[in-house]
């Protein structure tokens, strides 16, 4: 496994200007994997015994210039491509996109602004102040055995504008667009592929970016309240031909055409389930009018209206497919309580003071008052400070379930982990970070020649600097 682990860091090395870089790379990708705590860095420094000198080196790897972060993101895509692990469809390749909102009561974080919570969960509140993440995932696995979604993309989509308006090369886009902006990017590595999103991306612009992409087909969820248009008629007179023909509510299917509803049974969240479906391909989207397959389904007493780009997928191909779209909801679970991705203080005295008596829009104000270009650069290396960490957390988390994939015959039979009741074969990523940190010392004993255990043990404070003993 560790082997393994080397392996797999060591194609990074390309990413970075210079050695020292990579080494603090590959220190802060296992510390955020094996660490017991969620101080950011100095939990880092905690997990691998490493010297106090070591805390300000790692905290300047994250604003340096020897590494692009499209650079990193690049390689761990095709990591993943090379891998015999990617889940098809047809031979394309699922990937999932979805947007997860950040806490964070840092006054001087650049990105920070008030954030609504649609989530109808009672421990969030309806207004928070945070980040604004858009994460793509790509479904990594087996349906016979199990199905991760590694997490490919992390990049802040929201409260940046004012800052991202200062490289006069940057076009403004929402989340919606730039979520198929950075599926668009991983296509280059991946080629075909599936995204699967929530019904909040059914939108126009959606569909206007998606025609730029040529290698990306959607799949999603519709509105119940969702109108669409028959095929116009062939054109037999003089005149333009119809764009549209006429109106429809999708959810008046459900009743209109009841008895044209197929059954059958679809494999559903791991259990066969049986369901009523039908099919029907309609024009949407108002002033754009695209072809869309619209597939009806009743479970259980509830409807869904669910959508595809792609006209030549199957009915219960669609259903199943969207089926899948949950396990980014669990990635960005395991991103926040095992590897604790969201858990950095990035800030800049640069950075105007965040009022929280006053709107988004003062804090924007604000912003654009700022004129002089070293404070503009010190703000941008905060943002991409924070991006690098959570996109390194999402490099430590994908491999955190490569390795369940990968190597689950090593625990099997182990008691590992204490489960109160073990469901699946395949541990999880909780059970594969607990596992490393209480193997981590054979990564010196029995590894002593790689090239990991060399970077690791050259930052390790030696016994005698320690301030703690054995008491008598």
């Known amino acids: 496994m560790w082997t393994w682990i080397n392996e797999t860091l ?50 300047h790897f ?26 098809r469809v047809r031979d394309m390749v699922v990937m999932i996109g979805d947007g997860v909102k950040q806490s964070k009561e840092g006054r001087f974080m650049p990105g920070v602004k008030k954030l609504h919570q649609e989530s109808e969960n009672s421990a969030k509140g309806e207004y928070i102040f945070g980040h604004m993440f858009g994460g793509v995932g790509v479904v990594i696995g087996s349906t016979c055995r199990k199905l991760y979604c590694a997490l490919v993309s992390m990049r ?36 075909k592929s599936l995204l699967l999103l929530d019904r909040l991306f059914l939108t126009v612009p959606m569909l206007r970016a998606l025609a ?13 309240n969702a109108r669409a248009w028959y095929h116009p008629e062939p054109k037999t007179g003089p005149g333009a031909p119809r764009k549209k023909g006429d109106k429809v509510i999708v959810a008046t299917l459900f009743e209109t055409m009841a008895t044209s509803f197929i059954r059958a049974d679809v494999l559903m969240y791991g259990k066969k389930e049986e369901v009523s479906y039908y099919c029907v391909n309609l024009l949407w989207g108002e002033t754009w009018y695209q072809n869309l397959r619209f597939v009806l389904v009743w ?31 669990c990635s960005f679970r395991e991103f926040k309580q095992v590897i604790a991705g969201f858990c950095y203080r990035f800030w800049s005295k640069r950075m105007p003071k965040l009022s929280r008596f006053k709107s988004n829009d003062a804090h924007q104000e604000k912003q654009e008052a700022i004129v002089d270009e070293s404070d503009r650069k010190c703000i941008v290396n905060t943002v991409n ?40 074969t395949i541990p999880s990523e909780a059970t594969v970070a607990d596992y490393m940190r209480k193997t981590y010392y054979q990564l010196f004993r029995f590894f002593p020649d790689l090239a990991i255990t060399a970077i690791i043990k050259k930052h390790q404070s030696a016994p005698e600097d320690c301030e703690f003993g054995l008491s008598a």
């Open 10 to 59: 060591s194609r990074f090395k390309n990413c970075f200007s210079n050695k020292r870089a990579f080494g603090w790379f590959v220190i802060i990708v296992i510390g955020l994997m094996i660490r017991t705590d969620t101080l950011g860095v100095t939990s880092i420094v905690r997990a691998l015994s490493l010297s106090a000198s070591t805390y300000p080196l790692l905290l």
């Open 212 to 224: 730029e992409e040529s290698l990306i087909q959607v799949v999603t969820k519709a509105k119940l």
């Open 385 to 424: 400070a924070i991006e690098c960490f959570a996109l390194l957390s999402s490099i430590a988390l994908g491999l955190l379930q490569m390795i369940s994939l990968l190597f689950s015959d090593t625990f099997v039979g182990k008691a590992v982990r204490f489960m109160r009741t073990e469901s699946k």
């Open 156 to 191: 802040i989509h929201d409260g940046l504008k004012t800052i991202n308006g200062w490289d006069e090369t940057h076009v403004e886009e929402s989340h919606v667009v730039r979520i198929i902006r950075d599926a668009g990017r991983a296509t280059k590595v991946f080629g």
């Open 299 to 329: 479970l259980n007493g509830i409807k869904t209206i669910l959508v595809s780009t792609d006209l030549t997928l199957a009915p219960l191909e669609i259903i199943e497919l969207y089926c899948h779209r949950f396990k980014i909801e």
């Open 62 to 87: 994250f604003r340096a210039e020897s590494f692009c972060l499209n650079g990193i993101e690049w390689q761990w895509q095709k990591t993943l491509a090379k891998s015999s692990l990617l889940y």
